[in-house]
T-cell receptor, first 112, second 109 residues
Framework: KAGVTQTPRYLIKTRGQQVTLSCSPISGHRSVSWYQQTPGQGLQFLFEYFSETQRNKGNFPGRFSGRQFSNSRSEMNVSTLELGDSALYLC???????????FGPGTRLLVL | GIQVEQSPPDLILQEGANSTLRCNFSDSVNNLQWFHQNPWGQLINLFYIPSGTKQNGRLSATTVATERYSLLYISSSQTTDSGVYFCAVDRGGSYIPTFGRGTSLIVHP
C-alpha cells in the first residue's frame, strides 16, 4: 500500500495570503488528522476528519479550516497568514481514528 | 487542560546502550501514544498504550495509568534510533491529543 502523501512538500507565502495543503491517506483509511509543529509550541492537534465530517477540533483560530472529500483525501486551509503560522504541517491517517496513525512527510510552510 | 511532561529533554548515548524515557501526565487519560520523529521530520507511531506493557523488538513501553506516567524503553540502541520521541495523551470521548515537548535522543556509533 502506498503511504500517506502530502503536497506540496515546501511552500513560501507572505503575510495576509492564504494557503491550501493537501493530504492523501492510505487507501481504505477514513480518518485524517492534521497537526502543526513549531519550535515554540511543539506538536499541536488541529482537527480530525472522518467520512467527510469534522469529528474533533483542537484549539486553533477560525483561520484554520479543513475538509475531507468522498475519497478520504483531505485539505486544510489557512487564511490571512501570519508569521507565526510558519510550521511543519503533518497529516496522519487511520482506519477509524482511535488507533495507530500513519503520518505523511509533512508540508513545511514559511510565511514571510 | 492536561499537562504532559517528558524527561529527560535530551539524551546522548553510545550505540548498544539502553535507555528509559518518561512521560508524566497531570490527569486521567483514555489513551497514550508514543511517537518517534526521525531527523528528517518523519513521525512514526510506536505504541498505542493506554495501560499495561507492550513490546516491539528492541522497544517496549509501560503505562501505569493510575500513577499517571508511561515509560519507553530502548534496548541496545542503534544510530537509527536517533530523533525525538514524543508521547501524546487524550482524555477520551473525543480524540484531541496533547503532546509532550519530546525527548531528543542522539545515538553515537
Amino acid at each position: 500500500k502506498a503511504g500517506v502523501t502530502q503536497t506540496p512538500r515546501y511552500l513560501i507565502k507572505t503575510r495576509g495570503q492564504q494557503v491550501t495543503l493537501s493530504c492523501s491517506p492510505i487507501s481504505g483509511h477514513r480518518s485524517v488528522s492534521w497537526y502543526q509543529q513549531t519550535p515554540g509550541q511543539g506538536l499541536q492537534f488541529l482537527f480530525e476528519y472522518f467520512s467527510e465530517t469534522q469529528r474533533n477540533k483542537g484549539n486553533f483560530p477560525g483561520r484554520f479550516s479543513g475538509r475531507q472529500f468522498s475519497n478520504s483525501r483531505s485539505e486544510m486551509n489557512v487564511s490571512t497568514l501570519e508569521l507565526g503560522d510558519s510550521a511543519l504541517y503533518l497529516c496522519a491517517s487511520s482506519s477509524r481514528g482511535d488507533e495507530t496513525q500513519y503520518f505523511g512527510p509533512g508540508t513545511r510552510l514559511l510565511v514571510l | 487542560g492536561i499537562q504532559v511532561e517528558q524527561s529527560p529533554p535530551d539524551l546522548i548515548l553510545q550505540e548498544g546502550a539502553n535507555s528509559t524515557l518518561r512521560c508524566n501526565f497531570s490527569d486521567s487519560v483514555n489513551n497514550l501514544q508514543w511517537f518517534h520523529q526521525n531527523p528528517w521530520g518523519q513521525l512514526i507511531n510506536l505504541f498505542y498504550i493506554p495501560s499495561g506493557t507492550k513490546q516491539n523488538g528492541r522497544l517496549s513501553a509501560t503505562t501505569v495509568a493510575t500513577e499517571r506516567y508511561s515509560l519507553l524503553y530502548i534496548s541496545s540502541s542503534q544510530t537509527t534510533d536517533s530523533g525525538v520521541y514524543f508521547c501524546a495523551v487524550d482524555r477520551g470521548g473525543s480524540y484531541i491529543p496533547t503532546f509532550g515537548r519530546g525527548t531528543s535522543l542522539i545515538v553515537h556509533p
